[in-house]
């Protein structure tokens, strides 16, 4: 990891202090200035500066399928007409697919909160399997 020391000028200051209360920050510490940056990780040393939590856009996959043993209609119809046309298949389950977009700190915080999306509209974990796949927008 490799660290720069911000230089701060007092006219350096004074500019960088006017543009963030432009964006509504009113008090930033001069910390910003003088504190050592992380170049690899940007958005982690500002949310600590400024105490504000910067939020990443994630799409997140959830796949709900019926459990095995549980009867499912939809996939046995398909089944037999694959047959039909020649092909040969073990087995064949249907699934529903849901890609939502939504904004988290981290891949961890988006994928709990679609967890609690999946338990409580998106699959019946009494007759559903649910996959969840988080990957940055």
């Known amino acids: ?5 911000m230089a701060a000028s007092p006219a350096h ?15 930033l510490p001069t ?3 003088t504190n050592v940056y992380d170049e690899t990780n940007p958005k982690a040393f500002l949310s ?9 856009a994630y799409t997140v996959t959830v796949t709900v399928r019926l459990k095995h043993g549980v009867l499912d209609p939809e996939a046995e119809t398909t089944r037999r007409s694959l047959e039909r046309l020649g092909f040969d298949l073990e087995a064949l389950r249907s699934a529903d697919r849901f890609e939502i977009d939504l904004e988290a700190e981290d891949p961890e915080a988006a994928e709990q909160r679609v967890d609690e ?11 559903h399997d649910y996959d969840v796949e988080v990957d940055e927008r």
């Open 13 to 27: 200051d004074r500019e960088r202090s006017h543009s963030f209360r432009q964006r509504g920050i009113s008090q």
């Open 31 to 33: 910390a910003i200035f």
């Open 1 to 5: 990891m490799s660290h720069d020391i």
């Open 117 to 127: 999306m999946a338990e409580r509209l998106l699959a019946n974990p009494t007759i």
């Open 48 to 56: 600590t500066v400024t105490g504000y939590q910067l939020m990443t």
